[in-house]
Structure formats: structure tokens, C-alpha cells
């Protein structure tokens, strides 16, 4: 056969879904939060994918991970205009209270820091970015200060705090 088209090709007679790589991979974040090796390795086989070549699409898209992220994911812009109003500051604040490196996660899961290459929210600048994984929200806080970095920080620790005890009470309710 060897016909090849743009979403498949005939390999020895066995067609290589690429075109479902995507969409598989997606769910498989989706679901986990990143992409655990078992995972892939199990869609690669039933998509009939090498397994290089879904490595090479999961390094390509910054959406893909392939380690687990904190429930919030805080983003600071380092574009031009961030950088100029002081994101370099902030992220150093950010990293330092969470005692956490940028594009690390701290050991307790509950924070990934990341820097983004530009928002497009200049006139906000500098711009953090927090993503709340448990309640898929996307808050976006602009002109961020020292002082109001602390503020956001307190509010994500009293989310995280009444959310536990929320499933707290529910377990109870159930035993």
C-alpha cells in the first residue's frame, strides 16, 4: 500500500489514526491534568501512533503536559509592556511564596507557576493569570502589585481551604 494522505498513512497495511492524536491526547489531559506515560503509551497502541511521534506533538503544543500541575496554574505575562510595569518583581514574588520555581509545581499540588510569552492585555499590565483546575475558572488580575499579589494569593488559600472543607462534610455525610 505506503499511500499517504494528510491525516493518515498506510503503514504495512495498518493505518496510523494521526489525526485522532489530538483529540485522544486532549482527553487524556482532560482527564488526569497532564498526560501520564501509561496513558500514552495506551493510545499509541490502539491508535496504531509511534510513540515518538506523540512525543514529538506533546512537545510542540505548549497546552500538552506530561507532569502533574497544581489545582491553580498561575501565569505571568512576560511581554514587553509586563516587563516594563514590573513582572519580573512579580514573578519573583510569586515563586518565593509559593517556594516554587517558574514552570514547577510545590510539593503539595495546589500551585504550578508558568510564564506566558505575552497575554495581549497590555494596558493591564503587569498581568497574572490564575486557573482554578477543580472549579474550571480563568481569573484574569491586571496592574498586579505586590500588595494586591498578596490579596490573590490569600483568596486562592481560602478556596482551597473551603473546598476542603466542603468535601469534609460531604464524606461525613456519607459515612
Given at each position: ?12 497495511g ?6 485522532a ?13 497532564y ?13 496504531n ?77 503587569p ?33 482551597r ?12 455525610q456519607?459515612?
Open positions: 500500500m505506503g499511500r499517504t494522505t494528510e491525516n493518515t498513512v498506510d503503514c504495512e495498518s493505518r496510523v489514526q494521526r489525526c492524536l489530538i483529540p485522544a491526547l486532549q482527553a487524556i489531559q482532560g482527564r488526569y491534568g498526560i501520564p506515560e501509561a496513558e500514552l503509551k495506551a493510545v499509541c497502541k490502539r491508535l501512533v509511534p510513540l515518538a511521534h506523540a512525543y514529538s506533538v506533546i512537545t510542540f503544543y505548549a497546552q500538552f503536559r506530561v507532569r502533574p500541575v497544581g489545582r491553580f496554574l498561575l501565569y505571568v505575562c512576560r511581554g514587553t509592556a509586563c516587563h516594563v510595569k514590573g513582572s519580573g518583581g512579580l514573578l519573583d514574588n510569586l515563586t518565593e511564596a509559593l517556594g516554587v520555581a517558574p514552570q514547577e509545581t510545590n510539593e503539595e499540588y495546589s500551585a504550578t507557576v508558568e510564564t506566558v510569552a505575552c497575554f495581549g492585555a497590555c494596558a493591564l499590565a498581568v497574572l493569570v490564575v486557573e482554578d483546575q477543580l472549579r474550571r475558572e480563568r481569573r484574569v488580575y491586571g496592574q498586579v502589585t505586590a500588595d494586591k499579589l498578596r490579596s490573590i494569593l490569600s483568596e486562592l488559600k481560602s478556596m481551604e473551603s473546598d476542603l472543607e466542603v468535601v469534609l462534610h460531604e464524606q461525613d456519607t459515612a
